[in-house]
């Protein structure tokens, strides 16, 4: 798993595919754009989140700290243009990831928090001042309504987390779900970082059953589209034939063979080999389709934990002894 090395010896990966790239953020570091009608999406670039700019108050839809106080500007600088309030009064969190909710505390303790209610008690587990934990939650649907806007918030199993949720918009043709599909790029590390794999593969069918044209799917500097979706699940499908392929094809008697009293020695080689041929024909397939699929190891990793679910998740592991 290594890369080319240019001249100055950075790796030399292949350039970004002109349909991953992004909006570029202002001298202060964000950029914010209307969405449809009194929804707007702030991005940095590489995180998102989202606000409804209603008569009788901002609803925030996330708060990555790389984004941080630059939340209330991009609220001041839409709200002043449209004549509505600035303040904060109510906040979702899509998920307790720190990483889209760390600047919750930024804005005070008046504002009315709504979560899922695993997302309440992971929260509460993870006791961190930063996020305060959510004051109204739910356990499958909430319907937020606030100025006139209607908000469906529905939690649908695990995926990326076990508490990661659906924030259908009906009256803005749009859905926000964080951290399952990256527009135009690939998933990072291990499934995205995801918890439960089934659950991540699981959720694009879902994403696509609400209707929608404009997504807010957490990461990178645009919006996604339905394509979007469609390209990542084919991407999810390779790597889930291509493992199949790969566990019926590798023989595993020779790894063992090698590994003699270690056994581990024996896994690591099979698994080894199996991951590899699972990912081979899916980085050539996708290398200038979505942006960083030439970085090995993103599908080395997503690989082995689709390869791992098959085997775990599905069956069989393996056969049973006669
Ligand atoms: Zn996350």
Redesign the pocket.
């Known amino acids: 798993m290594t890369s080319p090395a240019s001249a100055d010896g950075l790796p030399d990966y292949a350039p970004i595919p002109p349909s991953a790239r992004g909006v570029t953020p202002n001298e202060q570091g964000y950029y914010v754009g209307r969405v449809e009608r009194n929804l707007y999406w702030v991005t940095d670039g590489v995180y998102q989140a989202a606000f409804l700019a209603t008569p009788d108050g901002v609803v925030l839809f996330d708060t990555p700290p790389s984004i941080g106080h630059n939340l209330q500007r991009a609220i001041d600088e839409i709200t002043a243009a449209e004549g509505v309030t600035n303040r904060v009064t109510h906040m979702v969190y899509s ?1 307790h ?1 720190d ?2 909710t760390g600047a919750s505390s930024i804005f005070g303790s008046d504002v009315v928090r709504i979560g899922h209610e695993e997302t309440r008690r992971l929260l509460l587990r993870d006791n961190n001042p930063a996020r305060p934990v959510p004051d109204v939650t739910f356990a499958d649907s909430y319907t937020l309504e606030v100025g006139g806007e209607r908000v469906e918030l529905s939690w649908r199993g695990p995926n ?2 076990p508490d990661n949720i659906y924030i259908h918009f009906p009256d803005h043709d749009t859905l926000m779900f ?2 399952v599909v990256n527009a135009g790029w690939v998933p990072i590390y291990n499934v995205n ?1 995801s918890e439960d794999v089934p659950g991540y593969m699981a959720a694009p069918d879902i994403v696509l059953s609400f209707p929608w044209t404009h997504f807010i799917c957490g990461h990178l500097g645009r919006l996604a589209t339905r394509d979007d979706v469609l390209v990542h699940q084919q991407y999810i499908a390779d790597i889930e034939a291509s493992a199949r392929e790969a566990l019926a094809s590798v023989n595993p008697v020779p790894y063992y063979v090698a590994g003699g009293e270690n056994f581990w020695a024996g896994v690591k080689g099979h698994l080894d080999a199996v991951t590899e041929r699972t990912a081979a024909p899916v980085i050539a397939k996708y290398t200038g389709v979505l942006a960083a699929a030439d970085i090995a190891e993103f599908t080395y990793t997503t690989a082995f934990q689709i390869m791992q679910s098959l085997r775990l998740d599905r069956g069989p592991s393996g056969p049973v002894h006669p």
């Open positions: 998920h990831h990483d889209h990326h987390s964080i951290d970082l």
